[in-house]
Each structure stands twice: as C-alpha cells, then as structure tokens.
C-alpha cells in the first residue's frame, strides 16, 4: 500500500473491544473428538463468537489484549481468571459438559462485561478501494446522510458507517471510478468483484441519473418539490402531485437500486438544500486544497 | 524467521450472500481437519465496529476464506489493519467447496 493512502479511522474510538473464545486443544489439554469440535465451534460461530481452535500443529492469531475465553479438557485445575499482561484470560473446563452447556458459558462472561450481542444490524457501509479511488468528492457531494468526510490530508474517507442506509448503494453509482464497494451487495462490482473494462464504461452512471432526471439528482428533487407546489397552490391536487412525485421516485429507485425506505427516510426539502449545500462546499474546498498541493 | 501459515474464515452471518451449504462444508472441512484456525462470524461487521482484533488477525502469512478478495482488503484497511503481499483470499461467493478445500488444505487428504 503506498504512502499516499489516506490514514484509515484507527483514532477512532473503536465500538466492540477484544473479545475471542478459545477452543484449546494445546499442550496441557486434551484434543477434542473431531465431532465435539465441530458441533462446538458451529455453536458459538453461530452465536456471535470470534473464535479461535489452538491445535499442537500451527498458528493462529494472538491475543495480546482484551478478553480471552479459553475451553478445553485442561490436564491441570485452571483459575477462573487470569491476567497474562494487557490480556484477561477466562479458563472453562468443559469435560463432560453439552455444547449448549459451554456455549452459556462464554454467553455468560459475554453478559458480565456487559459486551453487546453481535449480529443486530446488518452491516452496512460503503468500503473505499483506493486502488481505484481518485479523490474527486463525489461520493461526499452525493451523500446526504454524512457517511463521508475528509480526513486530515483531505483525502475521502467513509467517517459515519452506521448512517449509512441499510441496502442502498447509491453512492456507489455515482462514483466514477468504481471505488466504492458494498460487500453485502448482490452484485458485482459493487461487492467486490473484479472491475471490468464494462464496468468503466458504464462509469457514465452518473450521466444515467441525470438523463432520467435532467441534472442533479437533488436538484431535480428540489426542482419537482418546488414545481409540485406551485402546482398544489394552482389545482389544489395534492394526489396527483403525490403521483408524480412517487413516480420520479420509484424510478430512480429502480435504476439505482435504492430501497424505498431510503426515500421514507430523507430529509425535507430545505434540509437537502442545506445538506447538499454543505456537503458540496466541503468537496469544493478539499478540490481546492489538492490543487494548492 | 518465517512467520507460521495461519486460516482465517469468515462466516458472513449477517447477509445471505455467501451460499450456505458453502459456508458449511468448508467450516466443517476445517473443524475435522485437526488444524488450528481463527473464525469470525462477519468481517464487515468488525470491520464496521472497528473491532481491534482485526489488526490481530491480518498480517503477512495468512489464508482467509470470506468472500471477494478486493473486499476483504479494503475492510481490513478501513480499520487500518494490513493484509501482507503473502496474504491469500479464497471466494466462498463464487467457488465451490471442492475447488476451495484444495487450496485451504492441501496436505489434508479430499
Ligand atoms: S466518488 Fe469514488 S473516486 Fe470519487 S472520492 Fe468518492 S470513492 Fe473516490
Ligand atoms: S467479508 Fe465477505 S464473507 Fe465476510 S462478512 Fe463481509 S461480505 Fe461476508
């Protein structure tokens, strides 16, 4: 990776600490059957728990912080807990013990550090290739939800994932570079497949929005808003402007693949004005800043 | 020194994106293999909390099994966790667990 790339959210305040169970089959315990380990380490994938099966034959990653729940047929009595430098470690035997038996175990010592259940949202987020990206801004131009900013060299960066809208992945179509992935998506290139030279061509995306709405999407927005009351204060016909309005919207929402509940969930017209107001002085004075580079 | 293969697999719990009976087969594949590895429940979503241990589990020597290489790549950097030039992705979206279980384990007989 080179140098230019954009310092990555690690100052950020991380939102789930350290936390791994261990299915420890190392020196000091006995190996497990191949069906205990299995069952057993199905159980707490399925419930949510990094975890980690520590064989005599090799590897697997450290540890050297937070919590650590080690099961296993242990040769010796083990403490309950134990600290092993910057790390807590949690011993359970589990001789004898049901899978769903040891799996409340980790479920329990889960609960104690009041640590969140995994698995409530799907994850959701834009992910930026900067193989590919070119700090052009629009992506942060786009976005009304303020999932993008610019970090300390000015360069794009996805800041606030969780605003993003689950299964929406406009911002994607409005890259040009095709630089903006959502894993979860259904389609490639979006999630993540390899960029075909297809891809690039149908990189005027963003001039498919604005042939189907005759420029910006925003504007058009506004533009419709502003034409749909000066029409509501003539006919009085609050339904058909209504009509039109879900019209121009499910068709965008059909090209883009844009869920209707992200439609449900925008701003009022004059906060949009705002939004995108702001969201284009902050790209125009990143712009300014790499040409002053 | 030469720093030990680790396996890395990723159960992508939260999407149904990753066809299921392939999640299975290589999860099991692994467990009755007998050899030691690291599995997550969803990478996107440690990578969307900023989970720390993603910089435990990226580095140079390691084989993940998740989804699109590009994507496990660039959820690994948006936490600034580096996957080394000798890190290997294996797609679990687009290949089928006889062609996946060869390369994830190769000295374990089919
Ligand atoms: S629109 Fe694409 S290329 Fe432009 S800044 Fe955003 S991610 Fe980078
Ligand atoms: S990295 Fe890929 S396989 Fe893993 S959770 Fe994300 S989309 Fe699913």
New binding site residues.
């Given amino acids: 990776m080179s140098a230019t790339l954009p310092i990555p959210l690690v100052d950020a305040k991380p939102k789930a600490p350290r936390f791994r169970v261990a299915v420890y089959e190392g020196a000091g315990a006995e190996p497990l059957s191949s069906e205990v380990r299995t069952e057993l380490v199905c159980a707490l994938i399925a419930k949510g728990f990094s975890t980690s099966v520590v064989r005599p034959n090799g590897a697997v990653s450290p540890t050297n912080t937070g919590t650590l729940v080690v099961l296993g047929q242990f040769a010796e009595a083990k403490p309950e807990r134990a600290e092993d430098g910057d790390a807590v470690v949690h011993f359970r035997e589990i001789r004898n013990r049901p899978t769903a038996e040891v799996v409340a175990l980790a479920e329990g010592i889960r609960a104690e550090l009041n640590l969140p259940k995994p698995g409530g949202w799907k994850?959701w987020f834009p992910v930026i290739d900067y193989d590919r990206c070119t700090n052009c801004m629009q992506c942060l131009s786009f976005c009304l939800f303020d999932v993008y900013g610019i970090d300390a060299d000015k360069k794009i960066q996805v800041q606030n994932n969780n605003k993003c809208k689950t299964d929406c992945p406009a911002c994607s179509r409005v890259c040009p570079e095709v630089a903006i992935l959502f894993?979860?998506y259904k389609h490639g290139p979006i999630?993540?497949d390899v960029v075909s030279t297809d891809d690039i061509r149908r990189e005027n995306m963003k001039i498919d929005i604005s042939a189907l709405l005759g420029g910006d999407i925003y504007e058009a927005l506004r533009d419709r808003s502003a034409k749909f009351k000066s029409r509501f204060n003539k006919e009085r016909d609050a339904d058909k402007a209504l009509e039109e309005r879900t019209k121009c919207l499910v068709k965008l929402g059909e090209k883009l693949d844009i869920p209707p509940e992200v439609f449900a969930s925008l701003p009022s017209m004059d906060q949009i004005r705002t939004k995108a107001t702001e969201a284009a002085a902050k790209a125009q004075a990143a712009l300014d800043m790499q040409d002053r580079k | 020194m030469s720093i030990p293969l680790r396996i890395l697999y990723?159960?992508?719990?939260?999407?149904n994106?990753?066809p299921k009976a392939t999640k299975e087969a290589v999860l099991r594949a692994l467990t009755e293999s007998g050899m030691p590895f690291d599995a997550?429940?969803?990478?996107?979503?440690m990578?969307a909390q900023r989970d720390p241990s993603l910089h435990d589990l990226a580095g140079e020597n390691v084989k993940i099994v998740?989804?699109?290489p590009r994507?496990?790549k660039w959820?690994f950097h948006a936490v600034g966790a580096k996957l080394g030039d000798g890190a290997e992705v294996i797609n679990?979206?687009t290949d089928s667990p006889d062609s996946i279980l060869p390369k994830l384990l190769p000295e374990v007989p089919a």
């Fill in positions: 994850p894993p979860k999630n993540g | 990723c159960n992508c719990s939260y999407a994106v990753v997550v429940p969803d990478l996107c979503e990578s998740a989804c699109y994507a496990v959820l679990m979206r």
